[in-house]
């Protein structure tokens, strides 16, 4: 199984296509509940969604996708400037994941239930899918904590059942991503380390945070971004 982390999905600049005739087609969805603290520190949820896309006239004609929640009929709708795009090794040319890891429920948590996913090229033609969450854990607080002295960083995990796998992630000073590292877990709930020993570090980084996923990738965990010194 592909380990596709939801926050390594970072945006691409495309061309328009100048004409459209097949139907595009999913080949994957892929969803996961995002965790972190607001700025008065509470816990908030984010919902990732990404549908893995295939378009016989290629993947510049991608025009917009729609998430809806089927019980009540909401809407998150999401246009070419604000989709996010990714292009995977091991699938055709024509496939590409769109969607975006920023829908917000206005209820706080989103309810568990069936969810219709759409897609729509600029020839109007269209897709769909549909695919179920669970009702949401309750989580009070982050399972870790992330903390920056000088060069060295510390991660401290509070709930070792909670994440399998962790990164760290370089951002700009719009807090965009720029660069995902990858941890390799020791088995202690206590690691560190230093940020000159990062290969290929972005020389326009600013900010760093740490990103923890559940075995299944179903729940997401993000730390606050922390100001590299």
């Known amino acids: 199984m592909k380990?596709?982390?939801f926050i390594c999905l970072l945006s691409a600049v495309l061309l328009y296509a100048s004409c459209s005739f097949n139907t595009p087609t999913v080949v994957l969805v892929k969803k996961q509940r995002i965790y972190s603290y607001n700025q008065q520190g509470a816990l908030t949820e984010r919902l990732a969604v990404f549908m893995l896309l295939e378009d016989g006239d290629g993947r510049n004609d991608y025009k917009d996708l729609t998430l809806r929640e089927d019980t009540t009929g909401l809407e998150w709708a999401l246009h070419r400037e604000t989709t996010v795009f990714l292009q995977e090794t091991?699938?055709?040319k024509n496939a590409q994941w769109v969607g975006s890891n920023k829908f917000k429920y206005p209820r706080r948590f989103f309810p568990a239930?069936?969810?219709t996913l759409s897609a729509s090229?600029?020839?109007?033609?269209?897709?769909e899918t549909t695919f179920s969450l669970q009702a949401p854990q309750i989580i009070t607080f982050l399972p870790f904590e992330f903390t920056l002295e000088t060069e060295q960083w510390t991660l401290n995990i509070t709930d070792s059942s909670a994440c399998s796998y962790f990164s760290l992630i370089m951002l700009s000073a719009d807090l965009q991503p720029l660069t995902v590292y990858q941890l390799q877990t020791n088995g202690t709930d206590r690691q560190n380390g230093a940020l000159t020993t990062f290969?290929?570090?972005p020389t326009d980084a600013r900010y760093i945070q740490c990103f923890g996923e559940n075995t299944d990738q179903s729940i997401g965990f993000l730390s606050a971004p922390l100001p590299l010194p």
């Open 3 to 5: 380990h596709l982390s």
């Open 199 to 201: 290969e290929n570090k």
């Open 121 to 127: 090229d600029l020839g109007g033609n269209k897709t």
């Open 90 to 92: 091991g699938y055709s």
């Open 113 to 115: 239930g069936q969810y």
